[in-house]
């Protein structure tokens, strides 16, 4: 597609429940990127993908929490035995490829706002 | 955990004025990065200057970086009220291959007519 494309736009879910979030990079995208923003701060890391392997995943802020990319483009992030400090909007961004040559900047999806109730 | 630093938290300036954003980092990097966020949503790109860059333009930017002060701004020229936005630094370290972005905690500049 033109953008990155993240679904659902918004996701309530009560404590405990299990949500899976999806992003869809830019189409030739190799690279991509999941980052947590809770209100005012900036973004944070979660996990990159390079391809379908999982090159940086120190991000992720415990076991409960899992990203998949199995064929190297549409990635889920999944979220399991959610917690009301899960609430925070998730980005996912993709940029043609990884390393010095990726110099263009990241294209950000528009996010998707998780609240846990 | 957040690299970089903003100052300031919040700007508030007329139409017409210039605006100017810095940003402080703490390790080296590839390269830094300025972003724009409207409503907490998505970030849009504005502008990349190269750890071996001094200044850059780009329209109305004008980003500077300092690699032995490790600090960066960024100036807005002749702002309008459609510059209303967050703006956020993101520094981009090597990391497993990737270019791993880092990002401050953003300056939330309002412009008023």
């Known amino acids: 597609g033109a953008g990155v494309s993240q679904t659902p736009s918004n996701k309530v879910t009560e404590k405990g429940k299990y949500v899976e979030l999806r992003c869809d990079p830019i189409s030739g995208h190799t690279a991509l990127y999941w980052y947590r923003q809770s209100l005012g701060q900036g973004p944070e890391f979660l996990i990159y993908f390079q391809g379908t392997g999982a090159a940086d995943d120190s991000g992720l802020p415990n076991d409960r929490f899992f990203a998949v990319r199995p064929e190297g483009s549409v990635s889920t992030l999944k979220i399991q035995r959610t917690e009301r400090g899960d609430s925070a909007v998730y980005l996912c961004a993709s940029s043609l490829r990884g390393g010095d040559s990726s110099l263009a900047g990241y294209t950000f999806g528009s996010g998707t706002r998780l609240t846990v109730v | 955990s957040q690299q970089g630093e903003e100052d300031p938290q919040a700007l508030s300036i007329q139409e017409g004025e210039n605006a100017t954003m810095n940003c402080s980092y703490k390790?080296?990097?590839?390269?830094l990065q300025w972003y724009r966020q409207n409503s907490g949503r998505g970030l849009v790109h504005l502008i990349l200057?190269?750890?071996?860059?001094r200044e850059k333009h780009s329209g109305r930017l004008r980003v500077t970086l300092d690699t032995s002060k490790k600090s960066s701004s960024l100036l807005i020229t002749a702002s309008r009220a459609a510059d209303t936005a967050s703006y956020f630094c993101a520094t981009a370290r090597k990391a497993g291959g990737g270019n791993k972005l880092t990002f401050g905690t953003g300056t939330q500049l309002k412009v008023e007519l």
């Open positions: 200057i190269r750890s071996n860059e």
């Open positions: 390790t080296s990097i590839n390269n």
